[in-house]
Structures are given as C-alpha cells and as structure tokens.
C-alpha cells in the first residue's frame, strides 16, 4: 500500500510539472515577462509551498528542528541534486541579472542562516533563528521581490514566433499543475518518511534528506521538465527563486512565529548550503556561455553524495 501511494505520487508530480511549465511559459510570453522572472517569482512561490506547509505545521506543533532541517537540506537538494541532474539533462545558461543579483542572493541566505546560530545576542538564551533574525529575513525577502519586480519590467522576454497561449488556460494549467505537485510531494513524503521510520533512520535524518527530498520533489520535477524542453531561464530561475522564498520567506515566517534554536550539524548543513550557491556562481561565471554545464552539474551531485555519506557515517 505503501509502495502504492508513492507510486502514485510521482505520477501526480510529473504531471503537475508538465502543467506548471506549460502554464508559466505560456504567462510569460503573453505578458512579455522573462521565463526567469516567471521562475523566481510564481513557479518557485508555488514549488516552495511544501516546504512552507510543512514549516508552518512544525511551528505550530513546536517541532523546531524539522521546520531548520526542512529548509536547509531542501536548499542543499535544490542547489546539489536538481540543478547537478537537470545540468546533466540539458547545460542551463544564465541571464546576466541571476549572475549579478539572483544567484548572489542565495549565497547571502546560507551566509545570513550561518551568522544568526553562530552568534548568539545578548538578550537571547539559545543560538538560533530568532524573532529578529525572521524580521531582518522578511526584510531582505521585500529587497528581493522588489528587484524582480523591476527586473521583470527591465527585461522583457521575446515573443518571436510563438502562438499566445489563452490566459485562461494558462492560469488553469498553473494551478492545476501546483496542486498536482503539492499532491504527489505530499504523498511521497508520507510513504517514504513511513517506509524510514520502521527501517529506524534517525529523525535528523529523515528531516535533511527524505523530507527535505520530498517538499523539493516539485522544484525537481519542474526543473528537469523545463531542461527537457530547453526551457533554461525557468529551470534555473525556479531553483534560484525557491531558495531564495526558502531562507527570507519560510524561514523568515518561522522564526518570526517562533524562534528556531539551532541542532546538532547545522553549521556544516549551512556551510554546503553556502558552498553550493557559490559553486553555481562560479560554474556560470567561468565559462563564455555562462552557462552550467554537464560537468557542473556530475561535479554538484559528487560533492553532494559525499556530504550524505559523511552525515550519514557520522549519526
């Protein structure tokens, strides 16, 4: 039954991808909007609400170190695995606005998350997220939507040689498509986080990879989708974006309703986190094409199955 459900759920999923990539390209191109201001903005808001469900109900339930470990090893999975296998699938060029602010801005977020559980303030008790650090995160996350707001109005995408999609149809395959992959995200998680749980993989564990896996599960469907059809500025723009709504938004909400001291290995967790953004930084500058090559992407899944094992050595 188990098996069943998860089965099914990358059914929904794959599905779901189809539709939101269908849907946001068809939006962009009717509105003159760039695929990577569609990727950073309504794909990546919509890929990221798992994590963002997932994070409200651990507030909630005061399971602080599942609502940290959710969306640091998401942003290690979006950085390491999804944008290592969709470089495989198909190199992802990059626009000049992801090099100079985008993709800088992730690097920002695991350095922020970095400095707030190593320095603790005076008037807080335990290292961690706390109120304060959500409230500078919200911040920086306003920062971040205003730019893509100008970049949007900056850029426009070229609508050359397309057949306008119906708006309506357009809207209809983008929510059908999120449901679809919030569905199928939640299934998975469900039937894996059960299937661990009696194999008896640590809780830590199962938050940095299996759900941390699952709520990334629609950015990597998207993602590879997207590649497939050589769609690059929404492959990449989704990842970037969702890593972003990660850290300044989910993360921001969670230390805001409630402060999230720091678990065991969070500053390695944070340093690949950083580590990756950088990696993909380089990987874009250091080329002519500024593109993320299939070399880039083997060289992120690498350092990310060695990073596993260490983990998971290290229990």
């Known amino acids: 039954m188990t098996a069943l459900i998860i089965v099914f759920g990358f059914i929904f999923l794959l599905l779901g991808a189809e539709g939101l990539v269908d849907g946001a390209s068809g939006l962009a191109k009717r509105f003159g909007i760039s695929n990577l201001v569609i990727g950073m903005t309504v794909v990546a808001f919509g890929t990221s609400m798992p994590e963002f469900v997932v994070n409200m109900l651990s507030v909630a339930e005061g399971q602080t170190d599942l609502a940290l470990t959710n969306i640091v090893g998401s942003n290690i999975i979006n950085i390491f695995v999804i944008l ?49 650090s959500g409230g500078f995160l919200l911040l920086i996350f306003g920062i971040f939507m205003y730019h893509s707001v100008k970049t949007a109005k900056a850029e426009p995408d070229s609508t050359e040689n397309f057949k306008p999609m119906p708006l309506a149809k357009a809207l209809i395959y983008i929510v059908l498509g999120l449901a679809g992959l919030i569905v199928g995200g939640e299934m998975i998680v469900r039937g894996s986080v059960r299937v661990a749980t009696e194999l008896g993989v640590p809780d830590a564990i199962i938050g940095l990879t299996i759900v941390a896996l699952g709520t990334s599960l ?98």
Request: proline share 5%; aromatic share 8%.
């Open 84 to 132: 290592g296998l969709t470089a495989l699938v198909y190199p992802i060029a990059s626009a000049r606005s992801a090099r100079v602010f985008d993709i800088p801005m992730n690097i920002l977020a695991g350095i922020v998350v970095l400095v707030a559980v190593l320095v603790t303030l005076p008037f807080e008790s335990v290292p961690g997220m706390s109120r304060l």
């Open 218 to 315: 629609p950015e990597l469907a998207t993602s590879v989708v997207a590649a497939t059809k050589h769609n690059c500025d929404l492959a990449l723009g989704n990842i970037v974006g969702s890593v972003s709504f990660n850290v300044f938004f989910i993360l921001g909400t969670s230390a805001l309703l409630r402060p999230l001291p720091a678990y065991e290995g969070i500053i390695l967790d944070g340093i690949m986190a950083t580590l990756g953004a950088v990696l993909v930084w380089l990987g874009v500058i250091s080329n002519r094409q500024h593109q993320l090559k299939r070399w880039h992407g083997a060289l992120l899944l690498t350092v990310y199955a060695a990073y596993l094992t260490y983990r998971l050595i290290n229990l």
